[in-house]
């Protein structure tokens, strides 16, 4: 299981993982920030980019803010790289 912080932006115009910024993962959706339709569409996108089933994704903190976290089952730090690229150095 891996940990992924995530920076949403909901009601954009198409799915995409824009990259890292900062310490968070970018991804624009195109689903509103309402009844969950920008969870369910931020989950989907970063299951399809890992190569897992969309079930193991879940939002474990955040529901409501822009400033997620996400943890993803069966899958580990090589893989976040794998899909996603370096992130950026850790802040000493």
């Known amino acids: ?3 992924i912080a995530v920076h949403v932006t909901p009601k954009a115009g198409r799915d995409e993982i824009a ?3 900062g310490s968070e993962l970018a991804v624009r959706v195109t689903g509103a920030p309402e009844a969950g339709k920008a969870n ?6 970063v299951a399809l980019a890992l190569r897992v089933p ?3 994704v879940r939002v474990v903190r955040g ?3 822009r400033h997620k976290m996400l943890e993803a ?3 580990t730090a090589e893989d976040v790289r794998a899909a996603f690229g370096d992130p ?3 802040l000493s």
């Not at 369910?40 to 996108?45: I, M, S």
């Open 73 to 75: 089952d069966g899958t």
């Open 19 to 21: 990259g890292w910024h």
């Open 1 to 3: 299981m891996v940990r």
């Open 40 to 45: 369910t569409a931020v989950r989907e996108l």
């Open 54 to 56: 969309k079930s193991t």
């Open 88 to 90: 950026p150095p850790e």
């Open 63 to 65: 529901e409501t803010s």
